[in-house]
């Protein structure tokens, strides 16, 4: 079974400042997908970025990108110049690639972000 | 085009009574999926569906039934509710094609 650790429950950042949220995972698979999704208080969750483990490229979406260490199983997502609008429950989640079928995601349990003003 | 609905947003129940949460979705999406999220815990799987008249059990599915009657819609039910049950529940699909999944804006039970 497949595992998925969020170190830090909670974190805070200033308007405009950089942060990165940390992810490590357990699995003997060798091809899998590592998303991000964020639940803001509004509650629904909203895919932020996504990767692909065969993938040696680091994925980027605009100000949100990752640091994908394979050998290391970690899988970190960094915000650049942080927005009120980022604060929210951050979770890092894992896909195993099955057989041609993707489906069923093991979540971490969350790391809480709030940007300051 | 309205993504993932689900019925109905809040929802409380006495321990025992039983009731079904309704999850539509209007992508033609083939998989869906139940999710229980309790504080501290993430989103876990109880239940999904690889296609119509197909289910299977995720990681916490005792306590619930599901059942996939129609391509669109996943329905989830407790026989009878005891207060573990008490979470936010969320539903999702996705395609084939893809393996982002797309979720509802969940259902918050409380079961005294």
């Known amino acids: 079974a497949q595992t998925v650790t969020q170190s830090q429950p909670e974190m805070s950042v200033q308007e405009a400042e950089t942060v990165t949220l940390s992810c490590t995972y357990d699995?003997?698979?060798?091809?899998?997908?590592l998303f991000w999704y964020k639940q803001p208080p509004s509650r629904q969750m909203i895919l932020v970025i996504r990767?692909?483990?065969?993938?040696?490229q680091n994925a980027t979406e605009n100000r949100f990108s990752v640091n994908f260490q394979k050998a290391a199983k970690s899988f970190s997502l960094k915000i650049s110049d942080s927005q009120l609008g980022d604060t929210a429950m951050y979770f890092c989640?894992?896909?195993?690639?099955?057989?041609?079928?993707?489906?069923?995601?093991?979540f971490g349990k969350g790391t809480l972000l709030t940007v300051n003003p | 085009n309205a993504g993932v609905t689900q019925t109905p947003k809040f929802r409380v129940l006495k321990t025992g009574q039983s009731m079904t949460l309704l999850c539509a979705q209007d992508?033609?999406?083939?998989?869906m999926y139940w999710y229980r999220q309790d504080p501290g815990m993430g989103l876990r799987l109880i239940h999904y569906s690889v296609g119509e008249g197909t289910t299977a059990k995720g990681e916490v599915p005792d306590g619930y039934n599901v059942s996939r009657l129609k391509k669109q819609n996943f329905l989830l039910g407790l026989e009878s509710a005891a207060p573990s049950q008490t979470s936010v529940y969320f539903c999702a699909s996705s395609s084939l094609a893809s393996n982002e999944q797309f979720f509802g804006p969940g259902t918050r039970l409380t079961v005294l």
């Open positions: 989640a894992f896909m195993k690639q099955s057989g041609g079928s993707n489906y069923k995601l093991t």
């Open positions: 990767q692909e483990a065969y993938k040696q």
């Open positions: 699995t003997s698979e060798n091809n899998y997908y």
């Open positions: 992508m033609n999406h083939e998989y």
